[in-house]
C-alpha cells in the first residue's frame, strides 16, 4: 500500500496526525485544533507571565497528555526596559498630534480600561524575557518564535526537553537558525498575516527545505486556508502548514463577531502590507487606520515599539466599542478562501479531506474533468 502523504516526518517528531499547525492567540481554538488530531501553537505574546502560566495550565486541563506550543516575539531592536509612560515620552508630538486628530475627526472615546497592546512583551526586552522564563519553567513541548531568532535559548530549551522552532522569511535566515540548532523551521512567505518578508510562499518554501534537507522538518506558512494549499504546501518539500488567518473566524474564536464577518467578506485585496500597527512591516486587513497612514500628510511610521504605543489606546478603544471602520487584526492573502465560521475541528476535518481528494486525483487513472 502506497505511504499516506499527509503523514510527515512532522507527525512523528509530535506524535499528531495531521500535518496542520494552528497559530492562535485563543485558547478554545488551540484546544480544539489539538483534539481534532492537529497540533496548535498558542500566541502568548499579548501576555503577562501570570497569565501565561495560567493560559498553560488551562490549556493542558483539556487536551489530555497531547503535545502543544508557545509562540512568543523576541525583536532584537526592542528596548532594554522602561515603563510605558517612559517608552511613551519619547515618541514625537506632530506623532501624538496626528493620531489625536484622528480621535478627534472619528469621535473615538478613550479606552475603557487596560491596553492589551502594552502588554506585548516585545515593547521592552526585560517584559519578553520574563514570559520566557515561565514558558521555559513550564517545560511546554514546543516554544515558537515569529519574531528574533532563538537561537540563544536553544541549550535552556533543549536541556528542559523543549523543541524551538524558528519562523523565518529568507534562505540566509534559515541557514543561521539551522547552525543555531532549532527543531523545525517555519518557512513564511509575504502572503501571510502579521511580520513578513517580501518573498512569497511558492519561493521561500521549497528554498529552505533545500537548505533543511533531512536536518530538520519544515513547515510552511503564508496564505494557507484549504487542503489544497496543504497539499501544495507538501509537494514544496514542507512536512506540514503554519496557518494563523483560517481560525480567525472559527466559531470558537473569540474575534469579535464584527472583524469575524469583515474576514469572511474579505478578498486577498483587502489585506495590506504595512508599518503602521507594529512599526514592523506587517500584513494585515485594511481599515480606517490602513488608510489614515497613506495619506499624503501621514508622518512617517515609526519604529517598533513606538508605533505599537502611539496607536495602542486607539485600537483599544475600537475593540471597547466595536469601531468597524477601524477593526482589523494580521490577515492573510488565503483569507480570500475563508467564506463561513466553522468549529475549529471542521476546518481540520475539511482541509485534509481537501489534500487527500487533490493527491487522490493526482495519482488517479480517471480523466481529470476540465472546465467548461
Ligand atoms: C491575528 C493574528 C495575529 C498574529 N500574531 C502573531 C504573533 O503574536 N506571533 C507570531 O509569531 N505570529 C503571529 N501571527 C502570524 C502567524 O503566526 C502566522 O505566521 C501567519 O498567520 C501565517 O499566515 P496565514 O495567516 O496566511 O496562515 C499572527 C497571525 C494572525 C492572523
Not at 5 to 32: N, Q, R
Not at 116 to 133: K, N, Y
Not at 172 to 183: H, M, S, Y
Request: hydrophobic letters at 45%; a negative charge.
Amino acid at each position: 500500500m502506497s505511504r499516506d502523504p499527509l503523514h510527515t516526518k512532522l507527525c512523528d517528531s509530535l506524535g499528531i496526525e495531521f500535518p496542520i499547525v494552528a497559530f492562535t492567540h485563543c485558547k478554545d481554538v488551540a484546544v480544539a485544533v489539538i483534539n481534532a488530531g492537529a497540533f496548535a501553537v498558542y500566541g502568548a505574546a499579548p501576555h503577562s507571565p501570570d497569565e501565561i502560566a495560567a493560559d498553560i495550565k488551562w490549556i493542558r486541563e483539556r487536551i489530555g497528555g497531547k503535545p502543544f506550543g508557545m509562540d512568543l516575539l523576541l525583536p532584537a531592536a526592542a528596548p532594554p526596559g522602561g515603563t510605558i509612560d517612559e517608552l511613551r515620552a519619547q515618541i514625537p508630538k506632530t506623532h501624538v498630534d496626528f493620531v489625536d486628530d484622528m480621535k478627534k475627526r472619528y469621535d473615538i472615546p478613550p479606552p475603557k480600561g487596560r491596553v492589551e497592546h502594552f502588554e506585548l512583551g516585545w515593547v521592552a526586552q526585560d517584559r519578553a524575557r520574563a514570559q520566557l522564563d515561565v514558558v521555559l519553567e513550564e517545560r511546554v513541548p514546543v516554544l515558537a518564535f515569529g519574531l528574533g531568532s532563538p537561537a540563544f535559548l536553544i541549550e535552556a530549551a533543549h536541556e528542559r526537553g523543549i523543541q524551538v522552532w524558528g519562523l523565518v522569511g529568507k534562505p540566509r535566515q534559515a541557514k543561521r537558525e539551522l547552525e543555531a540548532g532549532v527543531d523545525a523551521i517555519i518557512a513564511q512567505g509575504s502572503d501571510a498575516a502579521g511580520h513578513t518578508g517580501s518573498i512569497g510562499t511558492f519561493s521561500i518554501v521549497p528554498a529552505v527545505a533545500a537548505i533543511a534537507g533531512d536536518k530538520v522538518p519544515v513547515i510552511a506558512a503564508g496564505g494557507i486556508t484549504t487542503g489544497q494549499h496543504l497539499a501544495a504546501a507538501l509537494c514544496l518539500g514542507a512536512a506540514g502548514v503554519w496557518t494563523g488567518t483560517v481560525w480567525l473566524p472559527s466559531r470558537e474564536s473569540d474575534v469579535d463577531i464584527i472583524l469575524k464577518e469583515k474576514l469572511i467578506a474579505a478578498t486577498a485585496e483587502d489585506t495590506v502590507h504595512s508599518k503602521c500597527m507594529s512599526g514592523f512591516s506587517m500584513r494585515i486587513l485594511k481599515c480606517k487606520w490602513t488608510e489614515e497612514w497613506e495619506r499624503p500628510d501621514a508622518p512617517p511610521t515609526l519604529p517598533a515599539p513606538y508605533q505599537l504605543l502611539l496607536g495602542g489606546e486607539l485600537h483599544q478603544a475600537v475593540k471597547d466599542y466595536r469601531i468597524e471602520p477601524f477593526m482589523t487584526d494580521a490577515a492573510g492573502q488565503g483569507v480570500g478562501f475563508v467564506t463561513s465560521m466553522k468549529p475549529a475541528r471542521e476546518i481540520v476535518f475539511d482541509m485534509v479531506d481537501e489534500a487527500r481528494e487533490v493527491f487522490e486525483n493526482l495519482t488517479s487513472d480517471e480523466p481529470v474533468a476540465t472546465p467548461g
